[in-house]
């Protein structure tokens, strides 16, 4: 089994947030692969089903986002999942233009509290993930972004994003991660 973890915090309140990149990504998954995100266990919502013939799980933490290891730890102890083979981490990234994404095979968490938090309850930097940019803060605190709404311009170019962090992350249960990078890891203005 493949594990698919989109990143994000619960709540209506943040709801198409900055922050929940990871998560509306997770729901354009699940309507694509026709998968139900609702049961509750490992402290998020998750389901199964098969994305090109590969069984996967479909899971957002309910831990809110700096303790996301939490969920995804116990979800690839319980299924025996070794996260460098079977885990994908959908995340957002204030260090990339939005809408540009980046596709990496591991790497450190980049100062990104819920990838820091995976890494310590997975024990591993050894993951695949793809970030999504939403943007660097301006003069303001970093926390009142990343929770901040996006702005309406904005927003047309996220729907994208989001629909291309599907793609790669769908990509990535069947194809090799190289490739995938090569395909993904444009620069936002290669791809208008």
């Known amino acids: 089994m493949i594990i698919i973890a989109g990143l994000g915090n619960p709540g209506r309140k943040y709801d198409r947030t900055r922050h929940n990149a990871g998560f509306e990504t997770i729901d354009l998954l699940a309507e694509k692969y026709g ?3 609702a049961s509750d266990k ?3 919502l998750f389901g199964t089903g098969f994305i090109d013939g590969e069984k996967v799980m479909l899971l957002k933490p309910q831990t809110f ?3 996301s290891g939490e969920c995804i730890g ?3 102890d319980y299924y025996g999942v070794d ?3 079977g885990l ?3 995340c957002d990234d204030i260090n990339l233009p939005p809408g540009q994404l980046r596709v990496r095979r591991k790497g450190s968490a980049g100062g990104h509290n819920g990838l820091k938090s995976v890494i310590a309850h997975t024990g591993t930097q050894e993951f695949k993930r793809v970030r999504i940019g939403t943007g660097q803060a301006g003069q303001g605190e970093l926390v009142d972004f990343v929770l901040g709404h996006y702005l309406p311009d904005e927003r047309a170019v996220m729907e994208k994003a989001f629909e291309r962090a599907a793609g790669a ?3 990535l249960v069947t194809q090799d991660a190289e490739r995938v990078m090569s395909e993904y890891n444009r620069s936002i203005t290669e791809e208008i």
């Open 35 to 37: 998968i139900k995100v």
């Open 42 to 44: 490992f402290r998020g």
């Open 65 to 67: 986002m700096n303790l």
């Open 74 to 76: 116990p979800a690839c």
């Open 83 to 85: 996260p460098a083979e």
């Open 88 to 90: 994908i981490v959908i």
């Open 169 to 171: 992350a769908a990509a």
